[in-house]
């Protein structure tokens, strides 16, 4: 049975996983967290949490609320910052066999030039994927990703400091998806992974007030699946470059959803946080089905229920 994928074909080195199934940015540590838990060479690749050229504490509490089957977030980006990731994760995933791909972000299009040109050529970092969901501070806190030229300015000056294969994570929340990704496509995205999260709220009632410190967060978890899952479907038929879904999947049924509408990998997320098993039984499902219905080959599968 085959169940490789080569996320980035036009790439000179590639990105070539032995399987599509992928940790998404924020939910899975470093990967380190979990090496004593679980065998994680076995999975198709780690992607890493959001990482920006200096640390950063995040944002203040509560940061996290439960919603009817999904779960709004607003972490803020806490994280260790490049020079952390390069002096001390990157030795570690350096003896991995599975690929690990830094997740970056940044509030200026230069931020994100400067972290992408600190992680090249460094040893044990297979891929970056740049998310653009991040307020624009110079253009008064507008997504990077919400336009098509704010979302393309990013990714060119990401691929001009950039020998690595580059990821780049579409948000939902623009008007059209399609157009952004087929915008980052032509400014050089090796490959688009989708969705991240769709803002929203909640309002603590008792106090009368919102519920997360920063007051708007990003909802994640099974409540997105359909609109991430159309959103895949959309963009796959818009652009030439592999899609990797992403949005609620937590079943290995979610994942072969994903695929069929156009995926050629998927990442879990929310479901981690619940399951930190949750990747490898999903991987487990796709043999499974694949064997059930004689398939051989993963890429039979990928977008299958294009009409
Ligand atoms: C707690 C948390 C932290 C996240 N941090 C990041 C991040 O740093 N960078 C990023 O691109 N996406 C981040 N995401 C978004 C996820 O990678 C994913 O795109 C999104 O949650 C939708 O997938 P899911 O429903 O499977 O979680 C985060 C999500 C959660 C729940």
């Not at 509030?107 to 972290?115: G, L, N, S």
Request: hydrophobic residues 45%.
């Amino acid at each position: 049975m085959k169940l490789s994928v080569e996320l980035a074909p036009k790439h000179h080195r590639g990105l070539l996983l032995s399987n599509p199934v992928m940790t998404a940015s924020g939910t899975f540590g470093y990967g380190t967290e979990y090496q004593h838990l679980f065998d994680i060479q076995e999975l198709g690749a780690i992607v890493c949490k959001g990482t920006t050229l200096e640390p950063r504490e995040g944002n203040p509490q509560p940061r996290l609320a439960e919603t009817a089957c999904g779960l709004l977030n607003s972490i803020g980006l806490q994280n260790i910052g490049v020079r952390a990731v390069i002096e001390e994760k990157a030795p570690v995933w350096a003896g991995w066999r599975v690929p690990v791909m830094v997740n970056i972000a940044g509030e200026t299009v230069d931020d994100y030039a400067e972290v992408a040109g600190a992680l090249d050529g460094v040893a044990g970092i297979s891929g970056i994927e740049v998310n653009i969901g991040c307020p624009n501070v110079k253009a008064g806190g507008a997504e990077f990703g919400a336009h098509p030229d704010s979302a393309a300015r990013v990714v060119a000056a990401v691929k001009a400091k950039t020998s690595l294969p580059v990821l780049v994570k579409l948000t939902p929340n623009t008007t059209d998806i399609a157009e952004v990704a087929v915008a980052v496509a032509e400014a050089g995205a090796d490959a688009i992974s989708m969705i991240n999260t769709l803002k929203g709220m909640a309002i603590d009632v008792a106090q009368r007030r919102p519920f997360l410190g920063n007051i708007t967060g990003g909802l994640s978890g099974p409540a997105i699946k359909p609109v991430a899952l159309y959103m895949v479907y959309e963009v796959a038929g818009a652009v030439e470059v592999p899609v990797i879904g992403c949005g609620g999947i937590t079943t290995a049924s979610d994942a072969l959803e994903f695929i069929m509408a156009g995926a050629s990998a998927i990442q879990v997320g929310t479901a981690n946080l619940t399951d930190p098993k949750a990747p490898f039984d999903v991987l487990e499902g796709i043999k499974q089905f694949m064997e059930k219905e004689g398939i051989e080959d993963i890429q039979e599968l990928i977008d299958t229920a294009r009409r």
